[in-house]
């Protein structure tokens, strides 16, 4: 089945207005709620929590009577989490990113690992019926991409998958949209939420990700992401108005599906047109 | 003893820089022979964990002892581990006034850490 990435740039466009409300429509579908530093997808899905697991990540421990302070570990370490000089060698766990390179170069065997919790991962049934996981990274920490990538390992092939991304087009939103299908942007007509969306049309050029265009608070702003999309040759798969009653839904916790069946059939017909595009490129 | 400095040039009288991890460079001031060594500081465009790139260059260039505007937490727990204890340069505009405030015993030691860089916990 379709794994559909819905994706923005720029923040509060509506990715989690666009995936939530597609989710509750198909509730076949798993939702991924992939943005961990703030996941928002469960106040609006209302889930009953089934479980929910820790998420670890390795950190450096240096053996002081085998270390001889060479420096070969801080020297080959990227991010800089090992300092080493004539006295001691210390490591920084928060800014270690776990490729274990450092205990790989140590000639001395100095190099182990230990564990420490960043973040957890919760899984249930969401009040539509629709399987929802979504990961929260720890206040304080770095990086939320372990916890993304373990989210993305949960899920099988036999549902359809969407995945509510980060914003951006840093190394969390690539771990949430790797090796999708599909991938949707979420945009609005202003010249921030463009200026944005241009980095996440290159970032998905680059990682080969076909993609279409959505357009929410419609009719806001002004042309420029019209004449954008016409210049790159982007599909706009549909537009979401810039209406009041989806703003106020959204303040009680409510989706715009529940409220008002005219967007039923707006994010039904996105929901078959995602599905169409895909038996088209992909067959699935 | 050799003092490093945050600078926003390559000698005694530039403008000294008002960051530690992202400082353009670090002065190494020899205050036995008077000499200094002028070290661009490759920390400045790191992505992540200038301080902590910024106290590897100055272990491995010898200090002693720094003076800088003000040092992150991860930094001030590194450089307690090397034994370089932190003084705060203040309001001295170069490093060669700061050298000398120290000298007069003018400069207060920095030991609660300052401005958290990327990981405010």
Not at chain 1, 186 to 199: H, L
Request: net charge negative; aromatic share 6%.
């Amino acid at each position: 089945m379709m794994k559909i990435a819905v994706l923005s740039g720029k923040g509060g466009t509506g990715k989690t207005t666009v995936s939530n409300n597609l989710a509750a429509l198909n509730s076949d579908a798993i939702l991924l709620d992939c943005d961990v530093e703030e996941p928002n997808s469960h106040i609006f899905m209302n889930p009953r929590i089934k479980g929910d697991e820790d998420v670890a990540k390795d950190y450096p421990v240096i053996d002081e009577e085998k270390c001889v302070h060479c420096g070969e570990c801080a020297r080959f370490c990227h991010y800089n989490a090992i300092i080493s000089g004539p006295s001691a060698t210390i490591t920084m766990k928060e800014i270690c990113h776990s490729c274990r390179g450092c205990a790989l170069v140590c000639q001395h065997d100095a190099i182990t690992y230990k564990q420490r919790e960043i973040g957890k991962i919760y899984s249930g049934t969401s009040r539509f019926g629709t399987e929802l996981v979504y990961g929260e990274l720890k206040t304080g920490e770095l990086s939320g991409v372990p916890i993304i990538n373990k989210i993305r390992e949960m899920t099988g092939e036999e549902h359809s998958i969407l995945i509510d991304s980060p914003p951006g087009t840093a190394c969390s939103t690539v771990a949430a949209v790797e090796d999708c299908d599909y991938a949707l942007i979420v945009t609005e007509p202003t010249p921030f939420g463009v200026s944005d969306m241009k980095m996440v049309v290159e970032m998905l050029r680059t990682m080969k990700i076909p993609f279409s265009v959505i357009i929410n608070k419609a009719w806001l702003g002004d042309r420029e992401v019209y004449d954008y999309c016409r210049e790159e040759n982007l599909e706009i798969l549909g537009e979401i108005p810039f209406d009041r009653d989806i703003a106020e839904a959204y303040s009680t916790g409510k989706l715009i599906v529940e409220c008002d069946p005219k967007y039923e059939d707006i994010f039904q017909s996105l929901w078959n047109k995602i599905h169409f595009i895909g038996e088209r490129i992909h067959g699935c | 003893m050799i003092i490093a400095l945050c600078s926003t040039g390559d000698a005694m009288e530039s403008p000294v820089d008002e960051r530690f991890g992202r400082a353009a460079y670090f002065l190494f001031y020899n205050t036995i022979t008077s000499e200094m060594v002028s070290v661009i500081n490759e920390a400045k465009t790191a992505k992540g964990g200038a301080g902590a790139l910024a106290v590897q260059l100055l272990v491995n260039n010898k200090a002693e002892l720094l003076i800088a505007p003000e040092v992150g937490p991860q930094a001030l727990d590194a450089l307690k581990k090397f034994k370089i204890p932190a003084f705060k340069q203040g309001e001295n505009t170069t490093p060669e006034l700061a050298v000398l405030a120290w000298g007069n015993g003018s400069l207060e030691m920095i030991k609660d850490p300052g401005n958290k860089g990327l990981h405010k916990v």
